[in-house]
């Protein structure tokens, strides 16, 4: 012990009182009486609350009192009684100080032994006998030292409490400050352009090359309503319709030099959903869903929070050979397309079969080094505003595969592509330190 403190009990320094509880013609919500503090409910955030009064008191509380819950799952939790006279029940102790304490230094003591007191609580109904109270020790400073004590711990709880309350703002800060991150991103205000980048127009001319291999070879099939977006020569961006040509009207914004515009379906490999591999009808009657493991995983958008390790469904050897076409192998991007739409996430290489399950988009490029920037863009502010432009519904926004190949996708250079990522990273890395410590 510091010099001048002592050990003792807190039977030395406080008067305990026990409550007592009333049967139900004993008290009223008509304000006939006392204030009747019932349990852990009537405490909150430190202030009492009353809404039951009795004419027939038995236990009394005064101001100044520690009330602290010693029955029911509200064990532990404390509040000043602010109340000249009120009758406590049996989940309550009233625990009043001598002169030898001062009620503040009392609270922070019982706080700091809190979880000692808690772990004795024992019954069916967990309980505090008065005894584990009176009975503890207790290190007793000076009463001097008393009030700087507690003068110092309530300006570190002020400044705790604000941050507490303050949590959910700093959380909507840093989401916006990520969404802000992302637009800058993809307008090309993130990272500067380099003239000497291979501009977007040879990206997107390699990706149509890649597309039409991939077709010669049988591993994917030409799309016939594809939405095609081209610069003109006179600069601007037009769209095939059909045997036409139209410009494109309301593009978002500006792009800078070396960057295209061009449709999410021209940019991908393939974009599809489960029912691209046939009817519902067909679906319900041929796949069978597993919640134990079987054959393959049906991965959900929902099974990322999991990291696709618990609350999985699976379906057998037919099914996955009649989802053919919605199969993943690792890397595809998965799109919630109905209710919360725009989560967008990564699908890892489980090295197993997996395949999409329903109310979800894949989209597979044909390089993963093309993959990252859009998934990005995908969680942008124009990429939202994107996917609600083709969404359907109120209650619940829905759309489809055909009109998500439609959507302006911004391309920048490759390499300013890898830029743009590695530094969208470095900085949500940092943001989300941050909201872990305040976590």
Request: one cysteine or more.
């Amino acid at each position: 012990m510091p010099d001048g403190w002592a050990w003792c009990r807190y039977s030395d320094v406080i008067e305990l009182y026990s409550g007592q509880d009333l049967t139900p013609e004993q008290y009223n919500d008509a304000n006939d009486g006392i204030p009747y503090i019932t349990g852990a409910s009537n405490l909150e955030h430190g202030k009492v609350i009353i809404n039951r009064w009795t004419p027939t008191p038995t236990t009394h509380a005064t101001t100044g009192d520690l009330l602290l819950t010693v029955k029911g799952s509200g064990v532990g939790k404390m509040a000043f009684c602010d109340i000249a006279d009120a009758h406590i029940a049996r989940q309550i102790m009233a625990l009043r100080c001598t002169g030898a304490i001062k009620p503040q230094y009392l609270y922070i003591a019982i706080s700091a032994m809190l979880r000692n007191i808690i772990s004795q609580a024992n019954g069916i109904i967990p309980g505090i006998r008065r005894e584990i109270v009176l009975e503890a020790l207790l290190p007793l400073p000076p009463f001097s030292e008393q009030e700087r004590i507690c003068e110092k711990v309530n300006c570190s709880l002020f400044v705790v409490d604000t941050i507490d309350n303050d949590k959910d703002g700093l959380f909507e800060c840093i989401q916006n400050i990520k969404s802000k991150i992302l637009d800058l991103a993809i307008r090309g205000k993130l990272v500067p352009q380099d003239p000497n980048d291979e501009p977007a127009s040879v990206l997107l001319e390699r990706i149509k090359v890649e597309k039409e291999e991939l077709i010669k070879q049988g591993k994917i099939k030409r799309d016939k309503k594809e939405s095609v977006i081209f610069k003109g020569e006179d600069n601007s961006y037009y769209r095939i319709v059909g045997k036409s040509a139209e410009e494109c009207e309301n593009l978002p914004f500006d792009l800078p030099q070396g960057w295209q515009w061009t449709s999410l379906g021209q940019y991908s490999e393939k974009v599809t959903d489960q029912v691209a591999s046939g009817s519902f009808a067909s679906l319900r009657a041929n796949v069978v869903s597993f919640k134990e493991p079987d054959y393959a995983i049906m991965v959900k958008t929902a099974d990322f929070s999991n990291n696709l390790t618990k609350n999985l469904t699976y379906t057998d050897k037919h099914g996955y050979e009649f989802l053919e076409n919605s199969n993943l192998f690792g890397g595809e991007l998965i799109l919630s397309n109905i209710g919360s739409i725009g989560k967008v996430f990564i699908v890892p290489d489980l090295k197993r079969k997996m395949t999409l399950a329903p109310n979800s988009v894949m989209i597979r490029l044909t390089n993963d080094e093309y993959r990252d920037y859009l998934y990005y863009f995908l969680q942008s502010p124009t990429g939202y505003k994107e996917l609600k432009a083709i969404s359907t519904g109120v209650a619940m926004l829905k759309f489809n595969k055909t009109d998500l190949k439609t959507i302006y996708l911004p391309v920048p250079p490759l390499a300013e592509q890898k830029r743009i990522v590695e530094t969208i990273e470095t900085i949500f890395t940092r943001l989300d330190e941050i909201a872990n410590s305040i976590a």
